[in-house]
């Protein structure tokens, strides 16, 4: 999860929202709790404000038990009243995704809010608080790690929904991403370079090493924690021993990376002034997805069994 900023979640929230025209009254109150979504997930919330703005209702919501830097304009899209029902979704939610409340690398929780489960527990171990502190402490040694610096991602609050998206399709409607995609991340990363060379009338070698970076984590982290349980199958039908997944997949698995590359870069020691950079550039070719998003991502995915049934075919 990055950094989330106020002004680009109130542009890119307009291209969200619903059909429906807007009510006068607001669906979320100032100071009511809720329940929002943030890339696949689900956390609790609290609506600081509620605005009208350009005929869609914009909420300002405070993460509970998060700092404030993760305060953001959401749409009422990505909001649920907070009842027991959507509670157990949540949770339901999170079992499904495999969610590990113990986080096994010590970072990834940096990534992402805490439920309203992890809220809970907090306030009612206030007295006796020693494993809350522990980890606590675990993550603050993990930020020490890379002296205090960590890369903060903004993803577009579109491609935030993408990854929701991206999570139903999958895991709700049993449905893949038919390989192999065109444009494949090779293919991405490559229009990306020629597209910055072309506005800066030159080429930049740092850049293409950003890039070639990025090409190489995506082929080392995609077998390991970019993709879900349904996926396995197909990607072991589809990636031979002497191909490499970035000439395979597309933007719906590269746009996951970017949620985990926080998590992956806090082990590598890294220049306050090169990390700048690096944010820069990462930022700025998630806008380029975004900016390409009809082209470079699918609207609907194909069943499962229609996808394994063409990958046999291929392979036999």
């Known amino acids: 999860m990055g950094n989330s900023s106020k002004d680009d979640s109130l542009t890119d929230g307009d291209a969200s929202s619903g059909d429906a025209p807007p009510s006068k009254t607001s669906l979320y109150t100032e100071g009511e709790k809720v329940l929002a979504y943030h890339g696949p997930r689900i956390y609790e919330a609290k609506v600081q404000k509620a605005e009208l703005m350009k005929k869609e209702w914009k909420f300002f919501v405070h993460y509970l038990g998060w700092n404030k830097s993760w305060d953001e304009w959401v749409g009422a899209d990505r909001l649920m009243k907070l009842t027991e029902e959507n509670v157990l979704k ?59 610096k960590s890369v903060k991602i903004q993803i577009p ?35 990306y370079l020629d597209y910055r060379s072309k506005k800066e009338n030159t080429t930049s070698d740092s850049l293409a090493e950003i890039l070639k970076g990025i090409r190489c984590y995506f082929d080392k982290a995609l077998p390991v924690m970019l993709l879900y349980k349904k996926e396995r199958k197909q990607f072991q039908d589809v990636v031979l021993d002497d191909m490499s997944p970035s000439n395979i997949y597309g933007a719906e698995h590269l746009l996951r990376l970017f949620v985990k590359l926080p998590e992956l870069l806090a082990y590598v020691s890294i220049e306050e002034e090169t990390l700048t950079r690096l944010q820069q550039k990462l930022t700025d070719f998630l806008k380029f997805l975004q900016k390409n998003q009809s082209t470079f991502f699918l609207s609907t995915y194909d069943s499962i069994k229609g996808v394994e049934g063409k990958g046999k075919g291929k392979d036999d």
């Open 157 to 191: 609050s579109t491609l935030r929904k993408q990854l929701v998206d991206d999570w139903d399709f999958v895991n709700q409607q049993d449905k893949l991403v038919k390989l192999p995609r065109s444009p494949t991340v090779d293919e991405i990363l490559s229009k």
């Open 90 to 148: 949540q949770q339901e939610l999170d079992k499904k995704q495999g969610v590990d409340k113990n986080v096994k690398s010590g970072r990834s929780a940096h990534t992402r809010p805490k439920s309203s489960a992890d809220v809970k527990a907090e306030k009612e171990d206030t007295k006796t608080n020693v494993v809350k502190t522990k980890k606590r402490k675990t993550e603050s040694v993990a930020e020490g790690a890379s002296s205090e």
